[in-house]
């Protein structure tokens, strides 16, 4: 069964130092998705991509993070300076459907903590 | 954007239990999915259940979008069913296709 796959599964980084967090989406899905679990709270949502651009994004992604899709398959995460603050779960999704509907799929996230 | 609520926020069963759990929206809702997260973090999709009843083994869930929340039925639990559920959803006609996930239910099963 297809699924959408994250690297690192863990990455322990100094604040202030830059993170790329990757995920291969599967591939016939055209919207591409971050979402943040902070340890011990829900799962928010923080960017959608669509089309090769940013479609929305939530309050918490500001300038620090970026979203790209540098080739076909890779859809990335970047965090230009962490703080202690982006210690985190990120989980990466895709969605084949255009549209309201349609399943949402995760990936097994890529846990960051910044010492 | 839509709220989502839980229950119960904790629930503690003895193997071989049944259980439900609940979600409850403040609107419309669509896209409605069941997630579990296993102790090292994963989230693993259950359902994707935007109206009706799915059934996968001994897990269940039914959305009654029009009253506004979706169920999870748990039978015969195991412990390897422990972890956190969580649903997720986005209300109809937001123009946003962002799910909005409830804090979860977190659950125990010992043998």
């Known amino acids: 069964e297809p699924e959408v796959t994250q690297t690192p599964s863990h990455q322990v980084t100094q604040m202030g130092q830059e993170v790329i967090l990757r995920c291969v989406p599967i591939s016939n899905h055209l919207y591409f998705y971050w979402y943040r679990q902070i340890l011990g709270q829900k799962v928010e949502f923080l960017v959608s991509f669509y089309n090769n651009e940013i479609s929305e994004k939530s309050e918490i992604f500001d300038d620090q993070f970026s979203v790209e899709r540098p080739d076909g398959s890779n859809f990335t995460l970047k965090i230009r300076s962490t703080k202690l603050e982006d210690s985190a779960m990120y989980f990466c999704?895709?969605?084949?459907?255009?549209?309201?509907?349609?399943?949402?799929?995760f990936g097994e996230g890529s846990r960051l903590t910044v010492l | 954007g839509i709220q989502v609520e839980q229950s119960p926020p904790d629930l503690i069963l003895q193997e071989g239990a049944n259980s439900t759990l609940r979600c409850n929206f403040s609107d419309s809702v669509n896209n409605l999915q069941w997630f579990h997260q296993n102790p090292w973090g994963q989230l693993i999709n259950l359902f994707y259940?935007?109206?009706g009843t799915k059934q996968n083994g001994r897990l269940s869930a039914t959305t009654v979008a029009t009253e506004r929340y979706s169920l999870l039925y748990i039978s015969s639990s195991q412990t390897t069913d422990s972890g956190v559920y969580f649903c997720a959803s986005h209300a109809v006609g937001a123009g946003s296709y962002q799910l909005t996930f409830g804090k979860g239910t977190k659950l125990s099963v010992i043998p």
């Open positions: 999704a895709s969605r084949r459907l255009a549209g309201e509907t349609g399943e949402l799929f």
């Open positions: 259940i935007p109206s």
